[in-house]
């Protein structure tokens, strides 16, 4: 059976405009999440001083289609790469090119591959060489807003339970929330209904049901929350030039919680910071 009859044999239920998934939807996703987490491993040794963005993006994009899957932002809204690579003061939707990383930069790494039909989203920050303490607590605090975010997940609770555990932290950390940009819907569609914004208020904004599949993708800024888009039409940076860092994950509400289908097969989410 092909993946469009499956859809047809499966009339889309939903709840809130929020699409309400089935088990063997989760089988999807779970293989295309775990194949975008396997891409983000790949590129990990290759996260050195010297290495240019575009040389990564060759590598992840050879990675995707040698593994029977489709670079999904490749071609999406006109953007010509497979992921978005964002250093230091990028945000987000940082657009590879010759450009080199070096010593000390700390740099996200966005990817989405479509698996039979579904989409793995996933990013996460990688050091290179010596990173400031500045830096590498940035990395701490993004990490530990997106765990703290996504242990609220469960049925009954709402979007703003999510936005509400990130905002909380990372402001008592003296860090920034990024409020341009937020989490999505993901499954069959890339970008889908609800927003997962990082900021809320406790028991606001739709309630979570098990079958909902989104991401949740803080972004934290070391100084103010602005940013700006560069004349590129992408890239997204911080207004004051501050450090900015995100980690991504598609996810899935379960019965009893949250099964996150881009957990690193290699245990390598979070940047090793000594
Ligand atoms: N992967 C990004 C997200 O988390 C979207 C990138 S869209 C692109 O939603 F076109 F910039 F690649
Ligand atoms: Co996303
Ligand atoms: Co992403």
Known sequence: MTMAQAAELSPTVRSAGVKIHSTEDFAGMRAAG??????????????????????????????????????????????????????????????????ALKDGDIANIDVTVILEGWHGDTSRMYGIGEVAPRAKRLLEVTYES??????????????????????????????????????HGVGRVFHDSPNVLHYGRRGEGARLQAGMFFTVEPM?????SAVKV?????????????????????????????????????????????
């Open 34 to 99: 775990r194949l975008a987490a396997e891409c983000l491993d790949m590129l990990t040794p290759h996260m050195v001083a010297g290495a240019s963005t575009e040389r990564l993006d060759d590598l992840a994009r050879e990675f995707i289609l040698d593994n029977g899957a489709l670079p999904a932002c490749l071609g999406y809204r006109g953007y010509t790469k497979t992921t978005c690579i964002s250093p230091n003061h990028v945000v987000c939707h940082g657009i590879p090119g010759p450009k």
């Open 230 to 274: 560069l004349s590129d039409g992408w890239t997204a940076v911080t207004r004051d030039k501050s450090l900015s860092a995100q980690c991504e994950h598609s996810v899935g509400v379960t019965e009893t919680g949250v099964e996150i289908f881009t957990v690193s097969p290699a245990g390598l989410f979070q940047p090793p910071v000594s």
């Open 220 to 224: 934290v800024n070391l100084g103010k």
């Open 146 to 183: 997106l765990a703290r975010g996504l242990a609220t997940i469960k049925p009954g609770a709402t979007l703003g339970d999510i936005g509400h555990a990130i905002q909380s932290y990372v402001e008592a950390q003296r860090c920034s929330v990024v409020r341009d940009f937020c989490g």
